[in-house]
């Protein structure tokens, strides 16, 4: 049996076989966040279905391909959708994505979700700021036999969340006079909606928004060594907080509502990454091995 190594390896050769690019910025675009692959000046299109190893969406506001190119100058790899449990995927499949963009050489990453709000001061429209999350409710994707060539099994997750891209994501925000909220976020395995008592317990738990995705991307980005940087929009009010009834085409709606902005803060956000370098200092291997 290939490792979850070797199944990645042969999806970066995919990618290879159509370009060279070397990122240095990912970026994951969630349910109806997809407007944001016009800024991209793209150098390459490769859909889901031509990269061996990877999963493909089913997800309708899932476009299913991988664009890479330049936004404001700055060299990036965005997954124009993803993969989710829900679709019946393991974690490993769905974090694979992830770590082929650190494999192609991304060394931040910028992961957007849609979700709903948990929290009073939340709204459908606002924006928020992942400062931390809680993905004790779905999977692992380190468990299983450990490769190191992905990153520490026992990875510590005091800021999976790097305050040094939240400061930045402010400063974005701020030059582009958007107000952003800050919150936890907490991932369900959906693909239900969660029930009034369920959204209950999230607030218990310290959530301030709720979602199906995103949470187990972070942990495995920062086990590999990522600067992570987490943004949701908040397309609704959880279940129980409001009489509306919950639906995916509200979630559409309210996304594809926000995306200008949305579109606006992550390009902003880019320019200002590609005038603040890396700390390579802090960086943990994101590059495959030289073969020996």
């Known amino acids: 049996m290939s490792s979850e190594f070797e199944r990645l390896e042969a999806s970066v050769a995919s990618v290879r076989e159509v370009s060279d690019f070397k990122p240095r910025v990912g970026v994951v675009l969630g349910s109806g966040l997809g407007g944001f692959a016009e800024r991209i000046d793209v150098v390459a299109n490769v859909p889901y279905e031509r990269i061996a190893g990877l999963s493909t969406s089913t997800v309708e506001g899932h476009a299913g391909r991988l664009l890479l190119g330049h936004v404001a100058g700055v060299p990036i790899v965005a997954m124009d959708g993803r993969v989710h449990l829900y679709e019946g995927y393991s974690p490993a499949d769905v974090v694979a994505p992830v770590r082929l963009l650190g494999l192609l050489g991304a ?66 925000a701020r030059g582009l006079d958007i107000e952003l909220k800050e919150g936890v976020y907490l991932q369900m395995p959906g693909p239900a909606y969660e029930t009034p008592a369920e959204v209950r317990m999230a607030a218990t738990l310290g959530a301030d928004a709720v979602g199906m995705s995103t949470a187990i991307e972070a942990v495995a980005a920062h086990a590999m060594g990522f600067e992570v940087a987490g943004i949701s929009c908040i397309t609704n009010k959880a279940a129980g907080l409001s009489p509306t009834p919950l639906s995916h085409e509200e979630v559409q709606s309210v996304a594809a509502r926000v995306s200008t902005a949305f579109a606006a803060l992550l390009a902003n956000l880019i320019a200002r990454l590609g005038a603040s370098p890396h700390p390579e200092a802090q960086m943990a291997r994101l590059q495959s091995p030289e073969p020996s």
Do not use: C, Q, W
Not at 110 to 124: D, M, Y
Not at 135 to 161: I, Q, W
């Open 107 to 172: 060394k931040t990453l910028i992961l957007t979700n849609a979700a709903g709000g948990v929290a009073s001061a939340l709204e459908p429209g606002d924006l928020m700021l992942i400062t931390d999350h809680i993905a004790t409710l779905v999977p692992s994707p380190l468990a299983g036999p450990h490769e190191p060539e992905l990153g520490s099994r026992f990875s510590d997750m005091s800021d999976v969340y790097a305050p040094r891209l939240r400061e930045i994501v402010h400063e974005a």
